[in-house]
């Protein structure tokens, strides 16, 4: 291959690289958007009332995990592109590493909760032990609330602590004199640092799984039994089953395809010199947003304020 060709090819990867660093900051603003309207309008709500509803709470607490994520994630990209070839466990992206994996754990810990309060409210089974949760549950969510937190805390100071290990080492090596972009202790990462990474997303995913395949199941089954046994069933009767249904069913969907890019970005098979280290990135926070959007349109208040925002917004001159 030429010197011209392999020029003119990584100037068309930076090109590359740049658009996707592009499409995920205004991803990630428009997630902070979205995610700072819900606080705003919850906590204008738990101003006037001095309470929230359990759901809202839960809602919330993902809201600002979300919102506090787009930032961390916003610098953390700025300056990951800006320094492409910086030793990728100095301090400052330890910093950085540190706020990813706790928030990125908050949230998955809050859907994970928010599903289960779904699971409560939409499913509709008779056994004793579900009847008992679904008179509990909502006692429980402050409890729900400070386990995420310190299960997400507990796996960002364990990620941390392995972090400084490997920067540890490397300061200790003779890589220095080298090329530090070289060095990549994969032994410590993979067994560490990856490893703790995947138990600590994975039992909350399963979870949230298992409540949302009860609530699909239980949902559509009420909607089976309705258009059976209601020859007449108006179609405004089913739009809200249905579009319930389809708004549970995108949160699946959208939880694993994150769930998944997280894993695959965490793997760290993909330096921040390649491509596709930014395709996942972009992708993640791609779900992020839409089910953002969807959170926004399918409560009825959220919405109802949205709406009558964007109409007084549209009627001014």
Request: glycine residues 6%; contains cysteine; charged residues 10%.
């Amino acid at each position: 291959m030429s010197g011209a060709h392999m020029a003119s090819g990584c100037q068309e990867t930076d090109k590359k690289v740049i658009f996707l660093v592009i499409i995920l900051l205004l991803l990630c603003l428009l997630g902070a958007i979205g995610n700072g309207f819900i606080i705003a309008v919850l906590g204008m709500k738990w101003w006037l009332r001095r309470t929230l509803s359990p759901y809202y709470k839960l809602l919330a607490s993902l809201a600002l995990s979300r919102f506090c994520l787009q930032w961390v994630v916003v610098g953390k990209s700025i300056y990951t592109f800006q320094h492409l070839t910086v030793f990728s466990y100095n301090h400052i992206t330890q910093l950085t590493n540190f706020l990813w994996d706790f928030l990125n754990a908050a949230t998955i810990w809050f859907c994970t909760w928010l599903g289960l309060f779904y699971c409560m409210k939409i499913a509709n089974l008779t056994h004793p032990v579900f009847l008992w949760l679904k008179y509990k549950v909502p006692a429980w969510i402050p409890w729900m609330q400070v386990g995420a937190v310190g299960f997400s805390g507990l796996n960002s100071i364990l990620c941390f602590i392995g972090n400084q290990i490997i920067y540890q080492d490397y300061v200790r090596s003779d890589w220095q004199s080298g090329n530090a972009t070289e060095y990549i202790p994969r032994n410590s990462f993979e067994k560490f640092f990856f490893s703790l990474n995947l138990i600590m997303w994975t039992i909350p995913s399963a979870l949230f799984l298992l409540f949302m395949i009860l609530v699909l199941t239980s949902l559509g089954r009420h909607m089976k039994k309705s258009l059976l046994n209601s020859p007449g069933f108006q179609d405004s009767q089913i739009q809200a089953p249905t579009r319930s249904l389809l708004a549970l069913f995108s949160f699946v969907v959208l939880f694993t395809s994150c769930f998944l890019s997280l894993v695959l970005s965490a793997a760290n098979g993909f330096p921040p010199q390649k491509l596709w280290y930014w395709v996942w990135q972009a992708v993640i926070h791609l779900c992020t947003g839409i089910h953002t959007t969807i959170l926004l349109f399918i409560n009825p208040s959220l919405r109802e304020i949205l709406e009558r925002g964007c109409s007084l917004r549209c009627g001014s001159p």
